[in-house]
């Protein structure tokens, strides 16, 4: 199961170009350690160099450069690296150049400088995003559909290794059910991006440590509906879609976000969100370690007949519970990229609202 594995060469670089102390130093303290691989560079032709030799997701420019305006190097970088995505960053002064290359759609964002809290850190994170999703619309495959579920746990450290999980116990599942092979592909690329919508909810909400708000409930619940839109433009197939848009719908009627019910939940949602709550369980928080295999699904009985198909529920634990992988994978929850960082307050009250 390679995409089970995540090689560093497949993450993206973010190239830093300034001049400006405060910009290298914010970019060092905001990224490093966080996963993502970032190089820092004082000049364009220094930056050009680096271009030449390396794939580039996200070059970000100080428009204050010497010799030269970052926005011209960013023209550079359009034609010698397509697929690149361009931030600029810049200063009052230069407000009709950014504006203008907004608007010119030349740079996928522009940060004022000084800039406020998390914004260089939140805007790189989300153009990342954009740039894998451009990659897996010229390159549908397994790894890039990896790196945009990837790109989501940058975002939200709770899921950080968990559409990898989600994804394999629900192939696991789903051959158990007898399901045919095409329809397990639409399985384990639906368990990889179930959750996909998040890059559109802000971080704030999907960290935050104390109990959401109302209104921040209603927010995280748009992700559903915001990843199938997401899904929708990248041209996946039906199966995959109904996936994102129906994983937090429940059996008996009380999920969201359209409250369905029973069998007119699509099949292959019912064993994506088994396999999701099953990996939120066994997955440790920050107050609680992870349930044994068999607390879990203990747990998940108790909730039999109110929030799971009850026969594919039963397939699951007659079945997948002897599986290697289903004995395995919460305990390898470190072979992920940040072993330390975890996570964030979990309530089993949560556990439909923000998986
Ligand atoms: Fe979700």
Request: include cysteine; aromatic fraction near 8%.
């Amino acid at each position: 199961m390679s995409y089970f594995h995540r090689e560093e060469e497949k993450s993206a670089l973010v190239l830093f170009v300034s001049e400006d102390e405060y910009v290298l130093r914010s970019a060092e303290r905001t990224f490093a350690g966080s996963g993502i691989r970032f190089l820092l560079t004082l000049n364009a032709g220094e930056a050009l160099d680096v271009i030449a030799h390396e794939k580039i997701a996200v070059v970000v420019a100080d428009n204050h450069l010497s010799g030269t305006k970052g926005i011209d190097l960013l023209s550079k970088v359009s034609v010698l690296s397509a697929g690149t995505k361009k931030i600029l960053i810049t200063s009052d002064a230069d407000l009709t150049t950014a504006v203008n290359a907004i608007y010119s759609g030349s740079v996928s964002r522009v940060i004022m400088k000084p800039w406020i809290g998390d914004d260089l850190d939140q805007n790189v994170k989300e153009v990342i995003i954009q740039y894998h999703i451009s990659q897996s619309l010229k390159q549908e495959n397994s790894d890039t559909l990896l790196s945009i579920a990837q790109a989501v746990e940058i975002k939200d450290l709770y899921t950080l290794g968990h559409s990898s999980r989600v994804a394999a116990y629900a192939l696991m599942l789903a051959q158990a059910s007898g399901m045919s092979s095409e329809n397990t592909e639409n399985i384990k690329y639906g368990g990889l991006l179930h959750d996909i919508g998040k890059i559109h909810i802000p971080e704030h909400i999907l960290n935050k440590k104390d109990n959401l708000t109302h209104e921040e409930h209603t927010v995280l619940r748009k992700h559903p509906g915001l990843g199938a839109n997401v899904a929708g433009h990248l041209n996946l197939s039906q199966p995959i879609i109904n996936i994102i848009r129906y994983h937090h719908e429940r059996y008996d009627g009380k999920g969201y976000p359209c409250g369905m019910k029973g069998k007119d939940i699509p099949l292959e949602t019912r064993i994506v969100s088994i396999a999701d709550v099953y990996d939120a369980l066994t997955s440790d928080r920050q107050y609680r370690k992870r349930y044994h295999v068999d607390e879990a699904l203990n747990i998940m009985k108790s909730m039999n007949g109110n929030a799971f198909d009850p026969l594919l529920l039963e397939v699951f634990i007659d079945q997948c519970l002897t599986s290697e992988i289903m004995q395995f994978a919460p305990a390898t929850y470190d072979m992920f990229r940040y072993p330390d960082k975890l996570i964030e307050p979990f309530g089993d009250v949560r556990i439909f609202n923000k998986l």
